[in-house]
């Protein structure tokens, strides 16, 4: 991300963090007051000293605590001072809201300023025909550039790439790729290596800067260079970049095509924006929310959540009818319609966090074919130790409950199988969907609770009826 450049006229201070966020990082709402009343008022000078000047986060987090109108208000007040390299901190639906209510040649201008991965971040949100026309309004080198970042399928490191870098021959000398930085005009804002690479574009290396500065200008590059770490395909998922890059502690990665030409760069705030955004999609799709976002309409939450609460919906009713075999047996003993939530509740939970485990590990790739026979086993075991320390908990509490000891054990033995069946749903279940290629933390969660339900409830209810002899 690159800094913001212009600055106001009136002057360049920037507010104090103190002024914008409170103690506990959170905006300020006298902050967020004083740039409302100054929208209201149309104080463009206040606007550009107190606003322009903002550091790209810290205007994102501004336009998202502002109403709809008065984002659109100070978008407009602010004119040439506004960074849009602040629509890329911002949720998607307040970014296209703004970028909707543009003029597609004010989003041009605005996106020349823009590295490539910005400019593509803001871009691929867009209508097909809104991106062609913004485009069109481009230079022609900045429009190849987008065009063949965009052209790159979403989640890619060929989407998330910065297109400019430093790159130069290997029989150039020291000084004059020194000199060359130094003149050049068309140079990133900031870069920690250049690369190597020979007529065609292939990739041959990389050099650091502190090497290039600690070595005589007489000396060629290649004899410094080194072979690039970990070059990352541009069609590779971009959590498989960013787990290659966190892995071999890169700053910066070089990107290439099929044929090995260098085709861009991922730097470390891309990969750590890439984490993030992967971990919070792990979330969302445990929670079965889909691309929720905090500032989507009522409408879009429902359309987003509905689906899977449809499908929690008939796996209760599969619960349901489990339960509903046993209906003779729940009328002659009540106490086990008090006690059975209480054996799926805690099997749902048991199953949730060997879940939430594996599927973490899953998207780590922490968890692989050579050590899930070991991990299995854990959590097997895991599942049966916990299931008789709250097996003897819960047994006594049904003892104290209803006076009945033969209850107490029932529940304790129930309480053993559903552990014991949580802690195998929550491991196997998404090793078997990551084997079919389906992604585990959507559908993980639900199948997991189904199993802990009916087993729960089986196990309890079933066991309770040929004790008693109620079946």
Known sequence: MNEHSVHSAVGDQTPDRTEIYDEDGVIR????????????????????????????????DLIESLQSEQRHALVRLLGDDFDYTALTEVDEAIRREIVD?????????GLEDLDSDDAVYILEDLDEQDQEDILAKLPFTERIRLRRSLDYPE??????????????????????TIDYMREEDNLPDSFAQIFV????????????????????REVKIEAIMHETSHPIPAEMDQEEAAQLVEQYDLLSAAVVDQNDRLVGVLTIDDVVDMIQEEAEEDIMRLGGVGDEELSDDVAATVRSRFPWLMVNLGTAVLASMVIGLFDATIQQM???????????????????QTLTVTVRALATRDLDIYN???IIRREFFVGFINGILFAFVVGLLAYAWFGNGQLGFIIAAAMIINMLAAGLAGILLPLLLDKVNVDPAIASAVFVTTVTDVVGFFAFLGLAGWWFGLI
């Open 29 to 60: 709402a006298d902050y967020v007051a004083r740039i409302g009343a100054a929208i209201a008022d149309r104080d463009t000078l206040l606007l550009k000293e107190h606003v322009g000047s903002l550091h790209e986060s810290e205007l994102g």
């Open 101 to 109: 209510d543009l003029p597609n040649e004010k989003v041009a201008e």
């Open 155 to 176: 989640d890619t490191a060929g989407r998330r790439m910065q297109t400019e870098f430093v790159a130069v021959p290997p029989f150039w000398s020291v000084g004059q």
């Open 197 to 216: 690479i020979d007529p065609t574009f292939r990739l041959l290396g990389a050099v650091d800067l502190d090497r290039i500065l600690r070595s005589k």
């Open 334 to 352: 009540v106490a086990l319609a008090v006690l059975m939530p209480i054996v799926a509740s805690m099997g749902g939970n048991a199953g949730t």
């Open 372 to 374: 899930a026979a070991r």
